[in-house]
């Protein structure tokens, strides 16, 4: 099983400043690796695929990088709608298809 | 707009049952592999299941292998999760998830249900 690893586990930002959340797998998910945001008290919604591909609707602010075992998401002016929890998922190796512990951005 | 409703949540004991559904409307059910996610209490994601646009391929995570089994029907738009033998660590809001790829399988998951929550408590 692949392991998906995230950090930090609370990100404290003030809005209008650029976030930064890494992922991080414990072998190559080449770029099968996915990003969703969920608010609370709602489903997940897709943001990322491929490593670098924003889904539908999503912001320009949102961007991925990375390959291999490490990535980046960058969220490069937070508004306040983006305060949230993002989670990473690799679907590279399956079953299972694995998450990460998630990410919770907050305002500073 | 490709709308998923779950239900069939609540409180059930350890040990007993539960059928879990999820109604698709808005897309064609019958292209699609979809999965089933959870999420305990203030907990991250967790993958269950996955079932294939026919339903001849299934996988599932193996803390629920053995007990729970994920089914569909096509020609009703739904999507079953039947869980038996249920623990406390199976405490959660399950959702269905929708794999957005049409030819073959993508893994990742594009459209989402509300979720519905499953307490397993005495």
């Known amino acids: 099983e692949i392991v998906m690893t995230q950090s930090p586990a609370t990100l404290s930002v003030s809005p209008g400043e650029r976030a930064t959340l890494s992922c991080r797998a414990s072998?190559?998910?080449?770029?099968?690796l996915a990003w969703y945001q969920q608010k609370p008290g709602q489903a997940p919604r897709l943001l990322i695929y491929g490593a670098s591909t924003r889904a539908t609707g999503v912001p320009a602010r949102f961007s991925s990088s990375g390959s291999g075992t490490e990535f980046n998401l960058t969220i490069s002016s937070l508004q306040s709608e983006d305060f949230a929890v993002y989670y990473c998922?690799?679907?590279?190796?399956?079953?299972?298809?694995?998450f990460g512990g998630g990410t919770k951005v907050e305002i500073k | 707009e490709v709308q998923l409703v779950e239900s069939g949540g609540g409180l059930v004991q350890p040990g007993g049952s539960l059928r879990l559904s999820c109604a698709a409307s808005g897309l064609t059910f019958s292209s699609y592999e979809m999965n089933w996610v959870r999420q305990a209490p203030g907990k991250g994601l967790e993958w269950v299941s996955y079932?294939?646009?026919?339903?001849?391929?299934?996988y599932y995570a193996d803390s629920v292998k053995g007990r729970f089994t994920v089914s569909r029907d096509n020609a009703k738009n739904s999507l079953y999760l039947q869980m038996n033998s249920l623990r406390a660590e199976d405490t959660a809001v399950y959702y269905c998830?929708?794999?957005?790829?049409?030819?073959?399988?993508?893994?990742?998951?594009?459209?989402w249900g509300q979720g519905t929550l499953v307490t397993v408590s005495s």
């Open positions: 079932i294939s646009s026919s339903g001849s391929t299934i």
């Open positions: 998830a929708r794999d957005p790829g049409l030819t073959d399988w993508l893994l990742f998951f594009d459209n």
């Open positions: 998922q690799q679907y590279n190796k399956w079953p299972p298809l694995t």
């Open positions: 072998q190559s998910v080449s770029s099968n």
